[in-house]
């Protein structure tokens, strides 16, 4: 079974420059997430959809984040203007549905703003 | 938001030996505790979960001891190896039944032989 794939795996850009992320999770799975990992920290969750829609979006800095999932299946991560304090490690994780089930991740993006 | 308390920060365990990490929970409607290992450069694996109907699981050298009570779980690595050197995180879902986890800020294990 192929994994949670994301790309690019890392990018380096200058603040207030604009940066997206892709990611292609698990087939079959409904359940999309996006998570922020600062060094030294946990995954914070930014976003949650299921299938094409958002479930769950409080975390998100919503004036320079954006998401979206078209037809329930990929989904790309923008950031517009990126902030220094922006860099960190976005990873995609995908399960089967929004129940007690396993999430899976991929292995990540790291963002570094200069 | 609702957070989950991990300690260490940082463990350091001889080849053999017993690694135990503790996570304190602050809602008691938490119903599912997963810990996920990472190594560096990989993204987080689920390595065991627990639902509070039972105070421990098992599985191979990995147990979750859970204590309803004192909303604390902890999770042990007994014979801990080298290649259990990585990052463990606690998590748990702040709404019963929902699935964007909450986690811990993690503990990095180190095993020496």
């Known amino acids: 079974e192929a994994g949670v794939a994301q790309s690019p795996r890392y990018k380096i850009i200058e603040k207030r420059q604009s940066v997206a992320f892709w990611c292609n999770p698990i087939s079959g799975h409904a359940t999309l997430y996006w998570y922020q990992q600062i060094l030294g920290q946990g995954p914070k969750l930014l976003i949650q959809f299921q299938n094409n829609g958002v479930v769950d979006d409080s975390q998100l800095p919503k004036d320079r984040f954006s998401a979206e999932r078209l037809k329930g299946v990929d989904s790309t991560l923008k950031i517009q203007p990126a902030k220094l304090e922006d860099s960190a490690v976005y990873l995609c994780a995908s399960s089967f549905d929004n129940t007690y089930n396993e999430q899976f991740f991929g292995p990540g993006t790291r963002l570094t703003v200069l | 938001q609702q957070q989950v308390k991990q300690s260490p920060q940082s463990l350091i365990v001889q080849k053999g030996g017993i690694s135990i990490i503790n996570c304190a929970y602050e809602?008691?409607?938490?119903?599912?505790f997963p810990w996920y290992q990472q190594f560096p450069g990989k993204g987080p694996a689920l390595l065991i979960a627990i639902r509070p109907d039972v105070s421990e699981k098992k599985e191979g050298r990995f147990t979750i001891s859970f204590n309803k009570s004192a909303k604390q779980f902890s999770l042990h690595i007994m014979d801990s190896q080298p290649g259990d050197s990585a990052t463990y995180f606690c998590a748990a879902p702040p709404n019963s039944g929902n699935t964007p986890l909450v986690f811990g800020k993690g503990t990095r294990l180190s095993v020496i032989a």
């Open positions: 809602n008691t409607a938490f119903d599912y």
